[in-house]
């Protein structure tokens, strides 16, 4: 029975809310992003289904479910059919490393009687805690690739070929930087597992964007590169490639790419948060609910500091111009490259010194 | 009993998707099959509690090896790869190499652990902390072959920049499209 609840029950639940949130939380993400470009370019955006347009991404969804299946003919059909799954999947299995708060105590009913005998248990917000967390996350987002360059090889057609090779050049580029800059933290921090990270962030509310100015806007820049956004959306700059690799893909199929992306941004930001914003903690160690409610306000001021990087993300794509290919790759090895090295030599220096 | 499992599950998806792999006449179909091949091995890794040597395995050999892989083989015209002469018509190499290997496997099952040499301290259960402890054997028991190790990978890098530095475009060797 222990091992019933503990091992199958319990990460059950969360994955199950995992899985059903997500989509829906990437649902009104659009809206979101839709209606504040809308509003920084002096329109409305969408208006129509439900009240101003709050309706919209139920809609969206169920034109998209409703649309009709399309795999070109020269298409590598299974192939075309396993790419927007292998982008997809990497992206949900990342989340459950991730800390969205502390514990919670439910009531859960003992034994199979009746009636009920509730027990307190108490739950943590995250579905595990791996000693690997960090490692995890960058090796299977790194899998998340692989789904790109498959659906534009398979599609069999050149705009989406091209906007593969640049989506994973661009990737397996700034993934280098990247892995650099979180490095600076784990010095800090002395250990991979992310719970620990934000443990250790905890005393008199010194998050490590403190200690890790330089770190976190290399992460922050990478972080956009990495889920293909604007100012680094070149993968499908429509301009010059349509839509990149997912050209060729429609209704259901497309969608999943979408999804993918979407949940790629929540993993990044979720990650900056937990990394240099110190996760669930509260600024300067404000508490608003009693010890008991923790958890809750945990989960809240998670969520607050993601939505803030959401909406970056948003911002940057209505303020600044795409960036041409040849300075991309430039930006990321000359610039960026460099600085992340020099600050992790930097910071284990100074943590031998101070430390040791 | 559930680890013996779980270590059969991955293994037998490594070794048929690894037959896949030298089976498959299409490149990428072939390197679909590495991908299932190296994962199933980082799944056996995890399945021995050596969590970071499976997070490596997989960012290392799929997150950076496969992808290149595929990267390349993706500007090759698949139809042409198709009737192109393979490198699987050479058998005598083959079958030597191979009689080699399995007397090498052999050896190692009838010997069991006696035919490896274990250090001293890889024999403890790794349980706890496992990537503190790999990073303190490599950087301080093993350091000098660590080092070997990344002057070598540093040579093949220079060479690998060397070689393609010399077809300049519009030069004498310009690389035709």
Redesign the interface.
Known sequence: MDFFVDYILEPGVKIGVIVLVLPLLVGYLVLMERKFIAFMQVRLGPMRVGPHGLLQPIADALKLMLKEDIVPRGA?R??FI?APVVALVPAFIVLSVIPFGPSITVPVPEALAWPPQFVEREVPLFITD???GV??I???S??G??GI??A???SNSKYP?LG??RS??QM?SY?VALGFSIIGVLLLAGS?SLVDIVNAQAGDGHWFVLYQPVAFVIFWICGVAETNRAPFDLPEAESELVAGFHTEYSGFRWSLFFLAEYAAMIVVASLMVTLFFGGWLAPFGLTLLPQSLAGIEGAFWFSAKLLFFIYSYIWFRASWPRYRYDQLMSVGWKVLLPIAIANVVLTAILVLFLEG | MLQLVIFYIFATIAVVSAILLITRRNAVHSAMFLAATLLSVAGVFLSLRAEFLAGVQVIVYVGGILVLFVFVIMLVPTDRVMFERRYNRQGRIALITAAVLVGELVYAVIQGRDAFVFPEEALEPAVEGNSQWVGTVLYQNYLLPFEIASILLLVAIIGAVVLSKKSKPGGENAVEE
């Open positions: 590598d299974l192939i396993m791996l000693n690997i490692l995890f960058l090796a299977v790194s899998i690739v692989l360059i498959l534009g090889w398979a070929l593969a090779l994973a050049a397996v993934e991979l």
